[in-house]
């Protein structure tokens, strides 16, 4: 089976409201190696008036995460990130380098609350581009306004943003019409990225091994290639994708 990158997880242990402890994010990360993931970009959440983890004490934790995982024999590769949630403060964060981008690139991982406008994402998007950052949507099948009208997904890739969507929500685990959202998404090729959102070793832990599997065969294994793993690790080299 071919292997996977997760480009937005929430792994790095006592950050958010992910994995608490260092002991519980060696047992996701065990899952992810039984899902045949190679390469992990951490995403701790990133948000305005909240505790936010520098880009300094990022590395500095994904390099304490790295040195536990080595010990345990893991052969996976890990990155620093952040999930950064929009907000008018983002601009000047970004621009004072106060928030870490995608393993050091020009992408950047964005979300947005789930009713947020279309225009407000759409304008948040060409924010982060005049910063001088390639926005990469954070789970695009969760903001109502561009499940209601797929064809603004769409329109955000013309203006030069790549999509996320998460494993979990293809393989149905929240409701049918947000997973027929997303293969609506992959079948006109619009999905850019799979990841995990990893929160924990339960429902939310980090598995993609079904999904690709699933995008493989439904969508052909070049297209399942590409998304798992060719464009993440693209955004890992600070390639253009
Ligand atoms: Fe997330």
């Known amino acids: 089976m071919p292997t996977s990158i997760d480009i937005h997880c929430h792994i ?3 950050v958010d409201d992910g994995s608490p402890d260092m002991e519980t994010s060696l047992k996701m990360l065990r899952i992810a190696a039984k899902n045949d993931i190679t390469h992990i970009i951490l995403t701790p959440h990133h948000k305005p008036m909240h505790h936010n983890v520098s880009p300094e004490h990022n590395v ?3 390099d304490r995460l790295q040195q536990a995982l080595d010990r345990e024999g893991l052969n996976i590769k890990l990155y620093s990130g952040n999930e950064i949630y929009y907000s008018d403060e ?5 621009e004072e380098g106060r928030i870490t981008t995608l393993a050091g690139s020009d992408y950047v991982l964005v979300e947005f609350h789930p009713t947020n406008p279309y225009k407000a994402i759409h304008n948040a998007a060409y924010q982060v581009q005049a910063a001088g950052y390639i926005p990469v949507i954070a789970h695009v099948e969760r903001y109502s306004d561009m499940v209601s009208k797929p064809a603004r ?3 955000l890739v013309d203006m030069g943003c790549l999509i996320q969507v998460n494993a979990n929500s293809v393989m149905g685990k929240y409701g049918f019409g947000i997973s027929s959202f997303t293969k609506k998404l992959l079948k006109n090729r619009l999905v850019h990225f799979v990841a995990t959102d990893a929160h924990d070793t339960g429902k939310r832990a980090p ?3 079904e999904c690709r599997r699933f995008v493989d065969r439904k969508f052909g294994e070049d297209y399942g290639r590409r998304i798992f793993y060719d464009n993440p690790m693209s ?4 390639e253009t994708i």
């Open 12 to 14: 790095m242990p006592g």
């Open 60 to 62: 500095a934790y994904t």
């Open 90 to 94: 983002t601009f000047r964060e970004l």
């Open 153 to 155: 997904v769409e329109e």
């Open 207 to 209: 598995e993609l091994l």
């Open 235 to 238: 955004i890992i080299h600070n």
